[in-house]
């Protein structure tokens, strides 16, 4: 049980996420680069619709998108990943650490922009879970994910792995000419222990069939660690 007046002895504050690879047994994340460059530009051509709720985008030419890249690589905070499905064997999507807040132990995942080849898979599910266990790992007291509260896709996905709703900020942005509100959601440390069994139970290979499917799902796993339930879900 959560107690909002908790003490917290000994809080020593963790260290700021570094370019570093972080690898699964689907997926490997790595430091964005130009290297990245022609694998994420034509893997983003294949939809459109994966720019609609980020402020940037879509890219009409390799160089459009390059000078984002450029950006986006030299950046600290946020601070990107190429993920690339070992299964396709070039970068598929990005995402990043941002507000990365060491002295309040908070740090958010965001940028998150998977191209068509990555989305519903195995090592998507798996890439968040590697950057939620290092931001835990490395001592964070608070992982958190927000989104366009119109991007109901966004929401269900953060609850299913693992984020507790806590809200609509209204009116928090303009974005692309268009009013945002933010939905936010966010893990806790107490609560990552059962979210690393969830995960580390789905991902197993004994949780999937000869033809792939899987036997439980993530959002069974997680719902009994929620604090709350999105609503509108």
């Known amino acids: 049980m959560h107690d909002p007046n908790a003490a917290v002895p000994g809080w020593t504050p963790p260290p700021r996420p570094t370019r570093t690879v972080l690898e699964g047994r689907h997926v490997t994340l790595e430091p964005l680069s130009r290297a990245h460059l022609s694998q994420l530009h ?3 051509r294949q939809d459109d619709r994966i720019w609609v709720y980020l402020p940037y985008g879509p890219f009409t030419t390799e160089a459009e998108y390059g000078a984002w890249l450029d950006w ?48 519903r898979t195995i090592a998507a599910t798996e890439a968040m879970y590697l950057m939620m266990r290092w931001a835990f ?49 966010a893990a806790i440390d107490g609560e990552w222990p059962a979210l690393e069994a969830a995960f580390e139970a789905w991902l197993s290979p004994e949780n999937f069939d000869a033809d792939g499917h899987q036997r439980q799902s993530l959002s069974q796993l997680t719902a009994p660690i929620l604090a709350a339930r999105d609503p509108t879900l």
């Open 72 to 119: 986006a690589a030299a950046s600290e905070d946020p601070l990107f990943f190429a993920i690339r499905p070992r299964s396709i064997g070039q970068a598929q999507g990005v995402a990043s650490y941002l507000r990365i807040a060491p002295e309040a132990g908070s740090i958010e995942v965001g940028h998150i922009n998977f191209a068509a080849p990555l989305q």
């Open 42 to 44: 034509e893997a983003n």
């Open 137 to 185: 790992g490395a001592g964070y007291r608070r992982y958190e994910w927000k989104c366009n509260a119109s991007n109901f896709g966004s929401r269900r996905a953060a609850e299913r792995l693992g984020f507790s709703f806590e809200g609509v900020f209204r009116q928090a942005a303009v974005i692309k000419g268009r009013n945002r509100d933010t939905a936010w959601f």
